[in-house]
């Protein structure tokens, strides 16, 4: 099974960017889809986006759309999360997960569609 870490948090300004990586060991990384999570203190945990390179499939959550972009680089296992313009509500943890199951459209913002997680990479955007 494949397992998975998490890195690239930090503290930044607003209007700032930050890239996420999520490194993935065991398993064929080839195999899993994988899908960036958040939280934040109080909040529920909510999907931010998702990436399956075998699929050519790629989504986001609406509140990132154009600021952010989910990449996968094959040979070094990793998925990447380039956030920009970041925004004080993009504070919280943020978390990737795998699924080698294919994960339909209406549960890819679910968490409860990816067995796999890393753990947590914490991102404060404040002046």
């Known amino acids: 099974d494949v397992q998975l870490q998490a890195s690239g948090g930090g503290l930044v300004q607003p209007g700032g960017s930050l890239r996420l990586s999520c490194a993935a060991s065991g398993g064929t990384f080839d195999d899993y889809a994988i899908g960036w999570f958040r939280q934040a203190p109080g909040r529920q945990r909510e999907g931010v986006a998702f990436i399956s390179p075998t699929e050519n499939r790629i989504w986001y959550r609406d509140s990132v759309k154009g600021r952010f972009t989910i990449s996968s680089d094959n040979a070094k296992k990793t998925v990447y999360l380039q956030m920009n313009n970041l925004k004080p509500e993009d504070t919280a943890d943020y978390y990737c997960?795998?699924?080698?199951?294919?994960?339909?459209?209406?549960?890819?913002?679910?968490?409860?569609?990816?067995?796999?997680w890393g753990q947590g990479t914490q991102v404060t955007v404040s002046s």
């Open positions: 997960a795998a699924s080698r199951q294919r994960i339909i459209l209406s549960q890819i913002r679910r968490g409860e569609s990816y067995p796999y």
